[in-house]
């Protein structure tokens, strides 16, 4: 597979077109940010857990039924995965109150959401992503009724596929955000799914085990990453 032109430069990954126009090169890099980008640092070795537990992610969702964009590994902080259209929407799927509900709601942190929450935002860092719901998404054409109906079936179904997982390794999946595409025309799960997009806890202590670790100074960033990495059983090396 030829890596050829940058694509696209993301506040962490860097996408490559490939010789195959049904395929990108996905490059997880050190990079962190927080707060629509306000907030920088190079975080050593964040790249390569990343991609590996992205991969670790998307292989057990992909055994599980869930179309995935991912192909290949092909280095340690590098991926081969399906060309996709993006659909500019974020899903978010809450199981614990964190985040933004506390900020938005005025409730408090940490209590159990059942049934879990689900949220569209809108990709579009200049207006700080803000919330939408079905209605702006058919209006303004972003994806069809059909379309915005199997990325709530799909999200919904991550949740009891990671919860579980997640459970099995003494941690609780507090909420997380999935981003979905067009491959020739299937709604495909691609972005990513790391502890840079995703709420964890250990289940005993409520440790942070995530990228609020960042966005709160909390340090051992890349450590906590590592330590979910670790209790899944990823081969980080
Ligand atoms: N999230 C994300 N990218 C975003 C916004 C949110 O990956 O641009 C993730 C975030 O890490 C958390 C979940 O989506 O796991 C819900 O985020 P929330 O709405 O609470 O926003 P935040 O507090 O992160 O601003």
């Known amino acids: 597979m030829q890596k050829k032109a940058l694509l696209v430069t993301g506040k962490a990954k860097s996408v490559y077109a490939t010789d195959d126009d049904d395929r990108l090169v996905i490059h997880f890099r050190n990079d962190t940010s927080a707060f629509d980008g306000e907030k920088k640092e190079q975080l050593d070795r964040k790249g ?5 537990f992205n991969a670790f992610i998307m292989q057990k969702l992909a055994t599980a039924g869930i179309p995935t964009h991912f192909i290949d ?9 399906k060309r996709m259209d993006m659909i500019p929407v974020e899903c978010v799927v809450r199981n614990i109150s964190a985040g933004s509900i506390c900020r938005r709601l005025g409730v408090e942190e940490g209590l159990e959401l059942n ?10 860092d200049t ?11 058919r209006a303004f054409g972003w994806a069809s009724d059909e ?9 919904f179904k991550v949740n009891d596929i990671l ?7 003494g941690m609780l999946l507090v909420d997380y955000k999935l981003e ?4 020739h025309g299937e709604v495909t799960l691609g972005d990513e799914f790391s502890p840079d997009g995703c709420r964890l ?9 995530d990228k609020d670790r960042f966005r709160q100074g909390l340090g051992g960033v890349v450590e906590a990453y590592e330590e979910v990495a670790q209790r899944l059983g990823i081969d980080l090396v």
């Open 48 to 52: 390569m857990v990343n991609n590996k």
């Open 180 to 183: 979905f595409g067009r491959f």
């Open 73 to 81: 590994l092909l280095s340690d902080d590098e991926v081969l995965v």
């Open 163 to 169: 919860k579980a997982l997640f459970a099995e390794a």
């Open 115 to 124: 049934p879990p929450t689900f949220e569209f935002f809108l990709k579009n």
């Open 127 to 137: 207006l700080h992503d803000p919330m939408i719901n079905d209605y702006h998404i």
């Open 201 to 209: 806890w250990d289940a005993q202590s409520r440790k942070k085990l």
């Open 147 to 155: 379309e915005v109906a199997t990325m709530k079936a799909l999200t």
